[in-house]
């Protein structure tokens, strides 16, 4: 996993888990590092409910914020499920009510683990999804809720 300040580590029904969260002027990410792999079982969906209760407890906070600090918007927020074999890119959904959404970038969803990966270009284009709130060029994103792997791509801009 990345080095990341403040990391803490969570028990779940995946084992021992860490949380990191990444903050940037403009965009939150949460990082989980699921430390067994073997306990998701080709089935992330408790992975993904991990990360989208770690986005409601920001959300809220973020809120009790507003109410100090007032702004239009809270930051955005994105997450990154990691494995020590691969990751995951997750961001919001656009109206932020709805589960996260997968990234898929020329045709994968799969990456090499953050820390493996010499080449950027996959988490500058999540980044820049995050920020915008829609896809950057050859980006996809996995609206499904079931099993199946529905891909929906968008262009840059387009809601």
Not at 102 to 116: G, I, V
Request: glycine share 8%; with cysteine.
């Amino acid at each position: 996993m990345l080095n990341i300040p403040d990391t803490f580590t969570q028990f779940t029904e995946l084992g021992e888990v860490d949380i990191g969260t990444l903050h940037g002027d403009h965009v939150t990410v949460v990082v989980i590092h699921i430390k067994d792999p073997r306990l998701l079982k080709d089935d992330w969906a408790p992975a993904t409910q991990i990360l989208e209760d770690q986005w409601q407890g920001k959300r809220q906070r973020q809120q009790q914020r507003q109410q100090q600090y007032p702004q239009p918007h809270g930051k955005p927020l994105g997450g990154i499920l990691s494995t020590r074999d691969s990751c995951r890119f997750y961001t919001e959904s656009p109206a932020r009510d709805g589960p996260p959404q997968r990234l898929e970038y020329k045709d994968r969803s799969e990456f090499a683990p953050l820390a493996d990966d010499a080449d950027p270009e996959v988490f500058l284009a999540f980044l820049r999804t995050c920020l915008d709130g829609s896809p950057a060029s050859g980006l996809g994103l996995d609206v499904s809720t079931g099993e199946t792997d529905e891909v929906v791509t968008r262009e840059p801009g387009e809601l």
